[in-house]
């Protein structure tokens, strides 16, 4: 069974080439020379920096890219609605995200379940129920660690400690229950590039 047969399986939907290999490209090189920011969480209240979590950095593209982006992913909404069973309404703006080396996120969920209210201003954090990753450069060729790693997909409680690392793809989108934990994990080498947004 192929890799991305096997996260199908347990749940996730996969769209290997969802973005051509052109269209990374040029997202890579726009990215790479364009102005970033760290990455932040919402920690105790507020979005804010926390390395202890999150390192990494979120990059500016051009209004232009950013609308033909958006556009695209919308565009996969039927198709996540159909798989996940669930009526969505829309997605949050892209993020375009860069990790260097020794960049990470650990362990996390998009949506905390049962969360009551959150801030003022993250309220779409709350509605969040498909979170969306596309892959714009290879792993082994361009970085290497930085792997999308899953818990929980197996059932039960006694494996839940066990992660399933998903084998990246230029191009691949990945969409997952927001509410699934998930890590990247320390990339050891090169540069990592994606872009995520969130469904509610």
């Known amino acids: 069974m192929e890799p991305l047969e096997l996260f199908a399986k347990l749940g ?3 769209a290997p080439g969802f973005l ?38 979120g990059a500016r593209v051009s209004p232009s890219t950013f609308r033909r982006v958006r556009a695209r992913l919308l565009s996969a909404r039927p ?19 860069l990790y260097r080396r020794g960049d990470y996120f650990r362990p ?8 009551g209210a959150y801030p003022k201003g993250q309220s779409s954090i709350g509605r969040r129920k498909v979170s969306v990753v ?17 818990y929980g997909l197996l059932g039960g409680s006694r494996l839940a400690k ?25 990339v050891r080498r090169g540069r990592r590039f994606s872009l995520v947004s969130w469904f509610s």
């Open 12 to 14: 996730l939907f996969a």
């Open 79 to 97: 198709a996540l609605e159909r798989h996940f069973g669930v009526r969505l309404t829309g997605a949050e703006p892209p993020q375009f995200l």
């Open 108 to 115: 996390h969920r998009d949506r905390s379940p049962g969360r």
């Open 20 to 57: 051509p290999s052109g269209s990374c490209a040029r997202l890579v090189r726009e990215m790479g020379l364009s102005a970033t920011a760290p990455a932040r969480v919402l920690s105790g209240g507020k979005v804010r920096r926390a390395e202890a979590q999150r390192r990494g950095l």
């Open 134 to 150: 596309v892959f714009l450069n290879a792993s082994g060729r361009d970085y290497r660690g930085g792997e999308l790693v899953f």
């Open 162 to 186: 066990i992660g399933l690392e998903l084998p990246p793809q230029t191009g691949l989108l990945i969409a997952f229950p927001s509410t699934l934990r998930h890590e990247v994990t320390p």
